[in-house]
């Protein structure tokens, strides 16, 4: 009795997104077409509730729980609010473009919290087995709800290309952890760091483990040259899913990052730096060049992704806590621009109309000016443009990777920035300064309406905290020691 408790207490967030998975399950049997809703409503209840319980129960120092194979502290906390919070909104998002694609069910909310709450054990992942769990329930949901739509031709294609590169990367990622398994004998991280330690560096086990499992995590991350199934998930999904997607699961790639390279694997960071190195150079390089040619907006996205993906790898690299907590802010601030900027595409979609090409933002300034001011706000902050959220996160980054000793990389990180701006200001010139193909007003629903404002101005707001929420990611990664 004495250990359930604690093991309860510790998990309690996870718990109740599972047992409310079961629960909107069940009631969603009893449910007509009609009243689908009541599972939306209870979906969204169920994220709100577990941010109180995370909030309440907040873990200033690691409680371990389940045998020590789960672990419970600030990084985990904070990640989880951030995951639920992200969950909300891109729910809350997605209701009336499911209403319209008739994909408003009850499977599609009980697929969303599983990945959750994969997500969510990812984060407090304390032992190899738990972390594997958690990706694979969130990736397992994610390849069912890009499938969901059952007549597009598209999805379906989508999420067979994600399923069988998605298993390949699981199973590099799971036989990386075989082979560390080899050499501890240990699947506890927190042993596999202190056996790795004792290790000669020149181990060849070691060094093959850790090259699947870091190919196995650039996959997850959608870094180059792991990357080639972002453009194709995110444009062939629908629009709901591929906010999903490019969201919240960004969060629990840098929760395992943290956990497995940095927390089990740091005696090997002299190995798995210059691996990270190549590989934020190309996402950088790649991600941004090959962007500039797409006519979808999707795509466009994807690519775009792929090049955040290698700035926030700076942080990573400069393997420090003030590095280590620029990529944490940077990753918060890139999912919350990833969020309005689908946001926006679902805005501008309607019934048996999907907003995806970049023609179709021509002349929004003369439908609705302030959507296009919101557009704008996210474009300004994925570019980096001051005084934008995402001019802070990338100035963090660069400034981690400058201390590090890598002026090189920041110098090649801030070219590859102005070349990444063309394309984000030819969505704005498309806005302001073309004509509009369809004339007739924006019509949208007072909740979007709302939800766009509060993640627009969010972009700018937050500058005047900007040190205090930095801080709270340092004090965050400072709790995992």
Same mark, same amino acid.
């Given at each position: 009795?004495n250990v359930a408790v604690p093991n309860i207490a510790a998990g309690a967030p996870e718990i109740s997104i599972f047992a409310m998975a079961?629960?909107?399950?069940?009631?969603?049997?009893?449910?007509?077409?009609?009243?689908?809703?009541?599972?939306?409503?209870?979906?969204?209840?169920?994220?709100?509730?577990?941010?109180?319980?995370?909030?309440?129960? %907040?873990?200033?120092?690691?409680?371990?729980?389940?045998?020590?194979?789960?672990?419970?502290?600030?990084?985990?906390?904070?990640?989880?609010?951030?995951?639920?919070?992200? $969950?909300?909104?891109?729910?809350?998002?997605?209701?009336?473009?499911?209403?319209?694609?008739?994909?408003?069910?009850?499977?599609?909310?009980?697929?969303?919290?599983? =990945?959750?709450? =994969?997500?969510?054990?990812?984060?407090?992942?304390?032992?190899?087995?738990?972390?594997?769990? =958690?990706?694979?329930?969130?990736?397992?949901?994610?390849?069912?709800?890009?499938?969901?739509?059952?007549?597009?031709?598209?999805?379906?294609?989508?999420?067979?290309?994600?399923?069988?590169?998605?298993?390949?990367?699981?199973?590099?990622?799971?036989?990386?952890?075989?082979?560390?398994?080899?050499?501890?004998?240990?699947?506890?991280?927190?042993?596999?760091?202190?056996?790795? !330690?004792?290790?000669?560096?020149?181990?060849?086990?070691?060094?093959?483990?850790?090259?699947?499992?870091?190919?196995?995590?650039?996959?997850?991350?959608?870094?180059?040259?792991?990357?080639?199934?972002?453009?194709?998930?995110?444009?062939?999904?629908?629009?709901?899913?591929?906010?999903?997607? *490019? &969201?919240?699961?960004?969060?629990?790639?840098?929760?395992i990052i943290m956990r497995l390279l940095v927390g089990g694997l740091q005696g090997l960071a002299g190995s798995w730096h210059e691996m990270?190195?190549?590989?934020?150079?190309?996402?950088?390089?790649? =991600?941004?060049?090959?962007?500039?040619?797409?006519?979808?907006?999707?795509?466009?996205?994807?690519?775009?992704?792929?090049?955040?993906?290698?700035? %926030?790898?700076?942080?990573?690299?400069?393997?420090?806590?003030?590095?280590?907590? *620029? *990529?944490? %802010?940077?990753?918060?601030?890139?999912?919350?621009?990833?969020?309005?900027?689908? $946001?926006?595409?679902?805005?501008?979609?309607?019934?048996?109309?999907?907003?995806?090409?970049?023609?179709?933002?021509?002349?929004?300034?003369q439908r609705s000016p302030w959507h296009a001011f919101m557009m704008l706000l996210f474009m300004f902050s994925m570019a980096g443009i001051?005084?934008?959220? $995402?001019?802070?996160?990338?100035?963090?980054?660069?400034?981690?990777?400058?201390? !590090?000793?890598?002026?090189?990389?920041?110098?090649?990180?801030?070219?590859?920035?102005?070349?990444?701006?063309?394309?984000?200001?030819?969505?704005?010139?498309?806005?302001? %300064?073309?004509?509009?193909?369809? &004339?007739?007003?924006?019509?949208?629903?007072?909740?979007?309406?709302?939800?766009?404002?509060?993640?627009?101005?969010?972009?700018?707001?937050?500058?005047?905290?900007?040190?205090?929420?930095?801080?709270?990611?340092?004090?965050?990664?400072?709790?995992?020691?």
């Amino acid at each position: 009795m004495n250990v359930a408790v604690p093991n309860i207490a510790a998990g309690a967030p996870e718990i109740s997104i599972f047992a409310m998975a079961c629960v909107i399950l069940i009631v969603d049997l009893f449910l007509d077409d009609s009243s689908r809703y009541v599972g939306f409503l209870l979906t969204l209840g169920t994220l709100a509730g577990t941010a109180v319980l995370i909030v309440h129960g %907040f873990h200033h120092a690691p409680v371990y729980a389940f045998h020590h194979m789960f672990v419970a502290d600030a990084l985990s906390d904070t990640l989880d609010l951030a995951i639920c919070g992200l $969950g909300f909104f891109v729910l809350a998002y997605s209701r009336r473009y499911l209403k319209e694609r008739g994909i408003f069910q009850g499977e599609y909310f009980v697929l969303a919290l599983f =990945g959750i709450g =994969g997500m969510m054990v990812m984060t407090s992942a304390a032992h190899f087995l738990v972390l594997y769990l =958690g990706l694979e329930l969130m990736a397992l949901s994610q390849y069912a709800m890009v499938a969901l739509q059952r007549d597009s031709s598209r999805a379906t294609e989508a999420s067979m290309k994600y399923f069988v590169l998605g298993a390949l990367a699981s199973g590099m990622l799971l036989y990386g952890m075989s082979m560390l398994y080899g050499v501890t004998g240990s699947l506890d991280i927190e042993t596999v760091r202190q056996k790795i !330690a004792m290790i000669p560096a020149g181990n060849v086990v070691l060094i093959f483990g850790l090259v699947f499992i870091v190919v196995g995590l650039a996959f997850k991350l959608g870094a180059v040259p792991f990357h080639m199934w972002i453009p194709d998930v995110y444009d062939g999904a629908p629009t709901a899913v591929t906010l999903y997607v *490019a &969201t919240m699961p960004k969060i629990a790639a840098f929760a395992i990052i943290m956990r497995l390279l940095v927390g089990g694997l740091q005696g090997l960071a002299g190995s798995w730096h210059e691996m990270l190195m190549i590989m934020a150079v190309l996402s950088m390089a790649i =991600g941004n060049v090959i962007a500039i040619a797409q006519t979808n907006i999707k795509r466009m996205l994807a690519y775009s992704a792929i090049s955040h993906m290698g700035f %926030f790898l700076l942080g990573i690299i400069s393997a420090g806590p003030e590095g280590y907590g *620029a *990529a944490m %802010f940077y990753m918060l601030v890139y999912a919350s621009m990833s969020l309005g900027a689908f $946001g926006m595409v679902i805005v501008m979609s309607r019934a048996g109309f999907e907003a995806d090409n970049l023609d179709d933002f021509k002349g929004l300034n003369q439908r609705s000016p302030w959507h296009a001011f919101m557009m704008l706000l996210f474009m300004f902050s994925m570019a980096g443009i001051p005084p934008t959220a $995402g001019f802070y996160a990338k100035l963090l980054v660069f400034q981690a990777i400058v201390n !590090a000793g890598y002026v090189w990389l920041a110098v090649v990180g801030v070219l590859l920035s102005v070349v990444g701006a063309f394309y984000y200001l030819r969505v704005i010139k498309l806005m302001y %300064f073309d004509a509009p193909a369809d &004339t007739s007003k924006l019509k949208i629903d007072a909740d979007l309406r709302l939800m766009i404002a509060v993640n627009g101005i969010a972009m700018i707001a937050i500058t005047p905290w900007v040190g205090a929420l930095v801080s709270l990611c340092s004090r965050a990664i400072h709790s995992m020691s």
